[in-house]
């Protein structure tokens, strides 16, 4: 199974806030899982990605936790700001990096 | 930084139409690829390459071809435009490795 499941399908949240995105697979063999954010009239750009061998990876004010028995990995964007305000994607992909998308997130950040 | 620009950023044609839509890397990398955006659906592969003169169907092939000719440029062809080929076409690149850069998309409007 080759599907990325994606939730919420928008969020809103409040400057200052934790904004949460979340992603589940089925396929075990995935090995790579990126997200992007987009801005309208944008192509998405690769925010941060994690390997299974870790459960978290930090950047700034982005992290992304890793559950591999659950199959699940989440966004977590601390202190959230309205710059933030973007269409975030999950994605996954095995040996020869053909990524899975989930389907996209819309985040808005109110000021 | 990673480039990959692509031709065109709003194209208009005719149902039946031939299309054209190019994309070109600066990075030198063997990974080229074709995705279609849509609401809702997210990012769904369409063809990709891994090396020159070498391509794989993704999830959606029907009604599209590839070419690529030399190593930087990636050709998506519509060999007869239908409206519901109507979408966002984005092209990136990655290394065997790495994740993968966008082109800022192209906009396609079958009429």
């Known amino acids: 199974q080759q599907q990325v499941k994606q939730s919420p399908q928008s969020l809103i949240v409040q400057k200052g806030g934790i904004s949460i995105i979340n992603c589940a697979y089925e396929?075990?063999?995935?090995?790579?899982f990126p997200w992007y954010q987009q801005f309208p009239g944008k192509g998405p750009a690769l925010l941060i990605a994690?390997?299974?061998?870790?459960s978290e990876k930090k950047e700034g004010r982005f992290t992304i936790s890793f559950n591999k028995s659950a199959k699940q990995f989440s966004l977590h964007i601390m202190d959230s700001q309205p710059g933030d305000s973007a269409t975030y994607f999950c994605?996954?992909?095995?040996?020869?990096?053909?990524?899975?998308f989930g389907a996209g997130t819309i985040l808005r950040v109110k000021s | 930084d990673v480039k990959v620009t692509q031709s065109s950023r709003y194209l208009v044609k005719r149902t039946g139409e031939k299309v054209f839509l190019e994309c070109v890397q600066d990075m030198d990398h063997e990974n080229m690829f074709w995705y279609r955006q849509d609401p809702g659906l997210g990012l769904r592969l369409i063809y990709f390459?891994?090396?020159?003169?070498?391509?794989e169907k993704g999830d959606i092939p029907e009604g599209y071809s590839v070419s690529r000719e030399k190593k930087e440029r990636f050709s998506l062809i519509l060999e007869s435009a239908s409206t519901n080929q109507t979408s966002m076409y984005l092209c990136?690149?990655?290394?065997?490795?790495?994740?993968?850069?966008f082109g800022p998309g192209t906009r396609l409007l079958v009429l």
């Open positions: 994690i390997r299974p061998d870790v």
């Open positions: 990136a690149s990655s290394l065997l490795t790495s994740g993968q850069y």
């Open positions: 396929n075990t063999a995935f090995d790579y």
């Open positions: 390459s891994y090396d020159v003169k070498m391509k």
């Open positions: 994605a996954a992909s095995d040996r020869g990096n053909k990524l899975v």
